[in-house]
């Protein structure tokens, strides 16, 4: 079980999450929905320290951190870091490695898997991405759809608990958003536990367990997609998903 509690994060006079809970169980997907800036990027942030909350409790992969504004030891932020994999919405590869390269980074440097232990499961995970025949090539030389998808083989590389998605298709042109999103799907159905960004409705509907909707960096609705997206009441949630009709 994956838990935060009583979040808090401000960037200087900007209250960002106002104190957001959040739980979710292994082998479950949670989808953030939301208004631009309502404070789900940051939210998801937290989930691997990338921001360090100002205040709140999370519990993740057997490691519990409490948060009061005092620096962290650098040994917890890396003990969290690496139960996570993340996928950022503009994929941030090493442009200088290929496809292989990528995927196979994490597993040599943290890890610490031998080069021939480290390819041979990067093969494996390029395979499932369906990326087998681009594994020489470098990023500049793929599609966007194609280097997000080495993105998350990259990021499942060193067996994370947990996999967090950052808007994983909204830098992508239409038409390679759904080779992306079928790769993610087969991961939820594969049981893997995720927390995705996105405005992709539909998708949002059809791979979530769990659907919340943040507002002014706070949770405002939380459930099944059915509730949250064809049963709300609230004016927020129902002015939010006009938009997408
Ligand atoms: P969302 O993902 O819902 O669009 P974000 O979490 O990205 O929202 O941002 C929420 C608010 O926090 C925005 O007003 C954004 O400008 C601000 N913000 C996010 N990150 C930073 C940062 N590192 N420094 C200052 N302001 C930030």
Redesign the pocket.
């Known amino acids: 079980m994956i838990r935060l509690s009583g979040l808090h994060k401000s960037?200087?006079p900007?209250q960002?999450l106002k104190g957001v809970d959040v739980t979710l169980e292994e082998g479950k997907v949670l989808v953030i929905i939301?208004?631009?800036?309502?404070?789900?990027?940051?939210?998801l942030r937290c989930f691997n320290l990338l921001e360090v909350p100002d205040k709140g409790d999370i519990s993740l992969g057997g490691i519990s951190l409490s948060f009061d504004g005092k620096k962290l030891p650098k040994k917890d932020v890396l003990a969290l870091r690496q139960k996570t994999g993340m996928v950022f919405q503009s994929y941030n590869l090493f442009p200088h490695m290929t496809a292989l390269g990528n995927v196979m980074e994490g597993q040599v440097t943290v890890q610490k898997l031998s080069k021939e232990e480290a390819r041979k499961r990067a093969l494996e995970l390029l395979v499932k991405v369906g990326l087998a025949d681009k594994a020489d090539s470098y990023p500049h030389q793929l599609s966007g759809g194609q280097q997000q998808r080495v993105a998350i083989a990259r990021a499942m590389a060193t067996e994370p608990e947990l996999l967090l998605f950052d808007e994983p298709t909204s830098a992508l042109d239409p038409e390679l958003v759904g080779e992306v999103l079928k790769v993610i799907r087969e991961l939820a159905s594969e049981g893997m536990t995720m927390v995705i960004?996105t405005h992709e409705m539909k998708f949002a509907a059809d791979v979530a367990d769990t659907l919340i909707m943040?507002d002014g960096g706070v949770i405002t609705e939380q459930g099944t997609p059915d509730q949250v997206l064809n049963h709300s009441s609230n004016p927020r949630t129902l002015q939010f998903l006009n938009r997408f009709v």
């Not at 208004?35 to 939210?43: E, Q």
Request: charged residues 5%; proline residues 6%; glycine residues 24%.
């Open positions: 960037f200087g900007l960002v939301g208004p631009s800036g309502s404070g789900k990027t940051t939210l960004v943040m």
